[in-house]
């Protein structure tokens, strides 16, 4: 079974512009999730779909959002980039989603810097 | 602010040791906790994890302990390798979320 996907693995844009992450689940896995990795900050929760539904959202600006496909596969979009943006963005997927207990399957990650 | 709280940046042990990563929480009603462990260059993996009906879990080299009083869990690695060499992450599981603390880099030498 082929693991979680994501595209592109680096990154580079200028302040201001936008960008869109894309992330291949698990065959089967209804759910996708996206994290942000800072250092110091740890991974922090940005949102998750469930079957092309947004289902929880963490404590981020609206520039960043997300969608997914009837496939299962997600895109996040961060808008007006800023310095501080710059991070690991990774998604996980898994067959029930966050919060059941069930463990999740991470990709390895999309590296952004902005400029 | 952060529910979910890793002390110790790093840690350092000599193989064949003992490794203890220490994880505190805020919210007494988190009743899941999971583990993962991150290579660089790569998306963390699953470990362990842990309900709060039990104040133990073990998996081959790996135990994980909860202490619910304190608000407390700890990964116990025996006998730790250099392969364990890695950033590990704790993580409560409330409804609807995953809360990760920030992450303990261990490092393993000969």
Known sequence: KAGVTQ?????????????????????????VSWYQQTPGQ??????????ETQRNKGNFPGRFSGRQFSNSRS???VST??????????????????????????????????L | DQQVKQNSPSLS?????????????????????????????????????????????????FTVFLNKSAKHLSLHIVPSQPGDSAVYFCAASPPDKL??????????FP
């Not at chain 1, 680096?10 to 869109?20: A, C, D, H, P």
């Not at chain 1, 207990?101 to 810097?113: D, P």
């Not at chain 2, 809360?99 to 393993?108: A, E, H, M, W």
Request: aromatic share 12%; charged share 20%.
């Open chain 1, 7 to 31: 595209t592109p693995r680096y990154l580079i844009k200028t302040r201001g512009q936008q960008v869109t992450l894309s992330c291949s689940p698990i065959s089967g896995h209804r759910s």
């Open chain 1, 42 to 51: 740890g991974l922090q929760f940005l949102f998750e779909y469930f079957s």
């Open chain 1, 75 to 77: 895109e996040m979009n």
């Open chain 1, 81 to 114: 980039l800023e310095l501080g943006d710059s991070a690991l963005y990774l998604c996980a997927s898994s067959s029930q989603g966050v919060g059941t207990n069930e463990k999740l399957f991470f990709g390895s990650g999309t590296q952004l810097s902005v």
């Open chain 2, 13 to 61: 042990v000599q193989e064949g040791r003992i490794s203890i990563l220490n994880c505190d929480y805020t919210n007494s009603m988190f009743d899941y906790f999971l583990w993962y462990k991150k290579y660089p260059a790569e998306g963390p993996t699953f470990l362990i994890s842990i309900s709060s009906i039990k104040d133990k879990n073990e998996d081959g080299r």
């Open chain 2, 99 to 108: 809360i990760f603390g920030t992450g303990t880099r261990l490092q393993v």
